[in-house]
């Protein structure tokens, strides 16, 4: 008995304080971390992912962002993730439902399209959800198979982005998506500024290194409020293969460009999409408190943002 009311207390407890938590006004919701792939990784035997194949609570979802808007209660998720399914029942635990206003895309590598599956006649069967891509991503989805079915069915309505251009989804949410450098092998890839209450916040999940993109990141994150960036890699020699191939800043190279900037902007630095390999994904790491120590901040699941 004595249990089972503890049990209980726990129960009531974490749902109530998880409930007061939530912001009244629009806020950005945090469903995943980690590359595409999630971690660990599949087939990975090495000391990186080990620890996360014993213990579930170790285990991250690939990069995901919810917009949620408790006015109108609408929301949205940047990137379809292979995790969907699981960052869709996150996302109903906290707000009380998964019902989505809409789907925001950056590019067409696999850790940031391939939940769409889930809309199909095959899962939930949507009727014209609408699903916002820039012109070739939303190309790629209407000339090949299996995506294009979900087109043809009006599962999904395809939502034409154009760069630089802002976009409302409500009255509260605007939304502007930007190019940025990367592996474009089927799609351009953009990165997004969401801007609520005059705030603003940019979700940059993969780039090439900095110094390929024409924007000046140092001052863009002076001008925004929140910055969510590409930290696949912690450093150089993390993986076996040629890692010129798969470009990304490394975290060590953007701590480095960011060294001067004022601990204000450090602050607004959080990073994201962490490769199996990056020590950043294990708790305690070194190179956990040497992101804290020198100002910056990291991602996790179930973070708030608020606006
Ligand atoms: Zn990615
Ligand atoms: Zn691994
Ligand atoms: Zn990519």
């Known amino acids: 008995?004595?249990?089972?009311?503890?049990?209980?207390?726990?129960?009531?407890?974490?749902?109530?304080s998880e409930k007061e938590e939530l912001p009244n006004s629009?806020?950005?919701?945090?469903?995943?971390?980690?590359?595409?792939?999630?971690y660990p990784q599949m087939n990975c035997k090495k000391?990186?992912?080990?620890?996360?194949?014993?213990?579930?609570?170790?285990?991250?979802?690939?990069?995901?962002l919810a917009i949620v808007d408790p006015i109108s209660k609408e929301q949205w998720i940047i990137d379809a993730t292979p995790n969907i399914k699981e960052q869709l029942q996150l996302l109903k635990q906290k707000t009380g439902t998964?019902?989505?206003?809409?789907?925001?895309?950056?590019?067409?590598?696999?850790?940031?399209?391939?939940?769409?599956?889930?809309?199909?006649r095959e899962v939930m069967g949507t009727?014209?959800?609408?699903?916002?891509?820039?012109?070739?991503?939303?190309?790629?989805?209407?000339?090949?198979g299996p995506w294009s079915q979900l087109v043809e069915l009006e599962n999904i309505s395809?939502?034409?982005?154009?760069?630089?251009?802002?976009?409302?989804?409500?009255?509260?949410?605007?939304?502007?998506?930007?190019?940025?450098?990367?592996?474009?092998e089927f799609s351009e890839t953009v990165g997004y500024e969401i801007t609520i209450n005059n705030k603003s916040l940019i979700f940059i999940p993969d780039i090439d290194k900095w110094e390929k993109w024409e924007t000046d990141i140092s001052e863009l994150i002076q001008k925004v409020d929140y910055a969510f960036l590409d930290a696949t890699f912690y450093k150089n020699g993390e993986l076996k293969?040629?890692?010129?191939?798969?470009?990304?800043?490394?975290?060590?190279?953007?701590?480095?460009?960011f060294s001067e900037l004022p601990e204000k902007d450090k602050q607004k630095v959080h990073f994201i999409h962490f490769n199996h390999t990056n020590p950043l994904l294990i708790d305690g790491s070194t190179a956990q408190k040497e992101v804290l120590k020198?100002?910056?901040?990291?991602?996790?699941e179930s973070q708030i943002i608020r606006f």
């Open 1 to 16: 008995m004595k249990r089972i009311l503890l049990i209980s207390f726990v129960f009531l407890f974490s749902c109530t």
């Open 26 to 38: 629009p806020y950005v919701m945090v469903l995943g971390v980690a590359q595409d792939a999630g």
């Open 47 to 64: 000391e990186c992912c080990a620890a996360a194949w014993e213990n579930p609570e170790l285990q991250r979802t690939t990069s995901c």
């Open 98 to 120: 998964e019902k989505l206003d809409g789907i925001l895309l950056t590019h067409a590598h696999m850790g940031h399209y391939t939940g769409l599956m889930h809309f199909g």
């Open 127 to 144: 009727n014209n959800l609408p699903v916002f891509a820039m012109p070739k991503m939303k190309t790629f989805l209407e000339e090949n």
């Open 158 to 184: 395809l939502q034409k982005l154009k760069s630089d251009s802002t976009i409302k989804l409500n009255e509260n949410i605007k939304i502007k998506p930007f190019l940025v450098p990367h592996r474009d």
């Open 241 to 257: 293969r040629d890692m010129s191939e798969i470009p990304h800043p490394f975290v060590e190279e953007s701590m480095e460009l």
């Open 294 to 300: 020198k100002g910056f901040n990291l991602a996790e």
